[in-house]
């Protein structure tokens, strides 16, 4: 493990395997890194890899929370400077948000960058109402009601692949303990609203990556980015949705590779 300090003096912890050039993990909602085991240990073979817990979903941290994506990128450059530069950055659904910030907040910092399927803010907010609907079924005691709503209404999933995300929850006590976080880190994002202004200018080499099989409300907001990132290219993996780091380890860990040996020298 890593262990270091952030800018507000909160200890910053990420899982730290291999040898080689670094590439930092941000791992999507409702995980701590774990889902990106499988692509991290391909990629250790040949580069020291970084999995960042981001504290928006540490439960041994509770004061202060819910957590902004502001105080998230001081974590994302506090582990950067102690993995030593240059480093390749992969951010997966709401981690590929704070990857973003952490690119406009510190642009020399990152050689390169892997976005998957970014959870942007390109119009009208990603949670909104919906948020609401979820965090009261979870005051009134229902998990699982509040992740059929949340995987239904946030992140689109048809209603049968809901209903069975809401039954799993409702008997795992994790992710039970998880989705209050998840539901900070969609409030998260909707509080730093649109910026694509702001990615515009984002002068490094991006890999923008998403599955054909992908919510498509997923599909317009990385094209909403495509269109204004000056050096992004697009990578459609065929027959992945959005969870390709389970899925498919090894395509994913390629695509990151690839665009290391380009950006890490």
Sequence with gaps: MITTTSAD???????????????????PGSDDGRTWGKVAGLLAARFRVVR?????YRLDLTAGS?????????DV????????????????????????EALVASPSTFAGAVLYEPALVIGPPLGGEAVKQARAALAAG????????WLRDVIRLPPW???????????????RALLPRQLDDSDALDQLGVRLDAYARIETPIILLTGDRSPAHLGERLDALARRLPHAEKVVMRGQGHAANRTAPGKVARIIENLADRVLR
């Design 142 to 149: 229902k998990p699982g009601r509040a992740m059929v709503i």
């Design 161 to 175: 692949v809901a209903r069975l995300g809401g039954a799993y929850v409702a008997v795992r006590p994790r992710y």
């Design 66 to 74: 819910p957590f902004s994506i502001a105080q998230e990128v001081d």
């Design 52 to 56: 960042l817990h981001r504290r928006q």
């Design 77 to 100: 450059l506090a582990v950067a400077k102690v993995t030593g530069e240059p480093v390749l950055l992969v951010g997966h659904s709401s981690g590929a948000v704070v990857a973003l």
């Design 9 to 27: 003096g909160t200890t910053v912890l990420a899982a730290d395997e291999g040898r080689g050039p670094a590439v930092l993990v941000l791992h």
